[in-house]
């Protein structure tokens, strides 16, 4: 025990991080087991320890910047559990259709009411774009206008929204540039509650898996889904999208991205938050579209999913008082560690968020669109007055 100490002490140190100090980012142990279990159980370890209450730290996200920030996450032990989980994602592929559905159940069916907590008012659960906004809510409108003005959309349009998660988009979409949009989602909360917010618009939600799509589609866009596709499948997943597009269409790819290759995620992410998730990087998403498409445009703006994330967990934190009637307290110190990790990874640049814009021949002339899109606060206002948009208020109380 004293030897394991003696070790995470020096290790965290090595990163700007002591043992009961002062720092909001510092620790306070108040378990000795805790060692033990990080020695032993690595980053897996590290979670279960913080949601049992073996330490606690001020500001998480500011812990998980200065740990990331400094590599020592490689340091992790390499232990019995992280060895199958790797050798299991190699062997089987994760992703498959009999397995998907359990994996999205995990997390995007435990329940609207801390979604509707959590997010902005459309529900937008990716991320969302600060460009000159002062709030979540103009953060997500500004990041879907972004996807639109990408994918250039014309009045009358089909457009395919793979991983459609509550509507955000189709509805966006269909209010205010007057396409048509098919949402596709596998999770049966977000199906109902997708039907009811776009109800009245020529939006089509369907609970299917991406695998059956065999339809075509002026354009297709995929907000924060293919993290859920694994290595094995980001080939049949790009042949799926080239098949439904049209030859002059545009898919535009959002992703949470990795700085190396992987085959599996975090075992504590993999464990708690998104079972057999895993981040692409650049060379996996190149490889897969390599003889598909044109990239046209990769837009890094990952600095601003730690601000996302963070208004989020003030979000879901000041809710937290009606929330806890639903949800046990254990699940509030895991649901403040995804987060707050998440935001430090983002703010260390370990993770990355790209939008990519492809095309199947190249668009002649090129690819030109602004990537600043905020609106005015007046103009704003006046969007949320919206009938369609009061629709929303009434559907979500």
């Not at 087991?33 to 032993?40: A, E, F």
């Not at 559905?101 to 997010?119: E, F, K, T, V």
């Not at 953060?139 to 793979?162: F, P, T, W, Y």
């Not at 949009?181 to 509650?193: A, D, H, M, N």
Request: with cysteine.
């Amino acid at each position: 025990m004293k030897g394991n100490k003696s070790k995470i002490q020096s290790l965290l140190e090595s990163a700007d991080i002591q043992i009961n100090g002062s720092c909001p980012w510092d620790i306070r142990v108040l378990d000795e087991r805790l060692y033990n279990k990080l020695v032993v159980h690595g980053s897996l370890g590290l979670g279960e320890a913080y949601m049992d209450g073996w330490w606690e730290a001020d500001a998480l996200d500011g812990f998980f910047h200065r740990l990331l920030s400094s590599g020592l996450d490689k340091n992790y032990a390499i232990t019995p559990r992280a060895v199958l989980g790797y050798l299991g994602a190699v062997i089987a592929n994760l992703q498959n259709p009999t397995r998907v559905y359990s994996n999205i159940h995990h997390h995007y069916d435990i329940g609207n009411d801390l979604y509707r907590a959590m997010l902005d008012k459309r529900m937008v659960y990716t991320c969302a774009y600060w460009d000159k906004a002062q709030n979540l809510d103009e953060a997500q409108e500004a990041k879907l206008e972004l996807v639109c003005r990408k994918l250039g959309l014309q009045q009358g349009q089909r457009v395919l929204d793979i991983g459609c998660g509550w509507g955000s988009f189709a509805k966006y979409a269909a209010e205010n540039y007057g396409v048509n949009v098919v949402g596709i989602t596998i999770s049966k909360e977000q199906v109902e509650l997708a039907r009811k917010l776009c109800e009245g618009l020529p939006v089509e939600i369907r609970q299917q898996d991406y695998r059956d799509v065999d339809e075509r589609f002026d354009h297709i866009v995929s907000l924060g889904m293919i993290e859920h596709v694994g290595y094995k499948n980001y080939k049949s997943y790009m042949e799926m999208v080239s098949r439904c597009l049209e030859d002059n269409g545009i898919f535009l790819l959002q992703t949470i991205g990795s700085n190396i290759s992987v085959r599996t995620t975090d075992p504590w992410i993999g464990k708690y938050i998104f079972p057999n998730s895993m981040l692409p990087s650049i060379k996996q998403i190149a490889r897969a579209i390599e003889g598909r498409f044109v990239m046209e445009d990769w837009h890094n703006f990952g600095t601003h999913y730690d601000k996302t994330l963070m208004a989020w967990f003030q979000d879901f934190d000041s809710h937290w008082h009606v929330l806890k009637n639903n949800y046990p307290d254990r699940f509030y110190r895991m649901w403040k560690y995804y987060l707050l990790s998440c935001a430090g990874a983002f703010r260390s640049r370990s993770i990355q968020l790209w939008q990519i814009v492809l095309s199947k021949h190249g668009r002649a002339g090129g690819f030109d669109v602004s990537r600043h899109v905020a609106r005015s606060k007046e103009t704003f206002n006046n969007h949320l007055k919206t009938k369609q948009y009061e629709n929303i208020h009434q559907i979500l109380r």
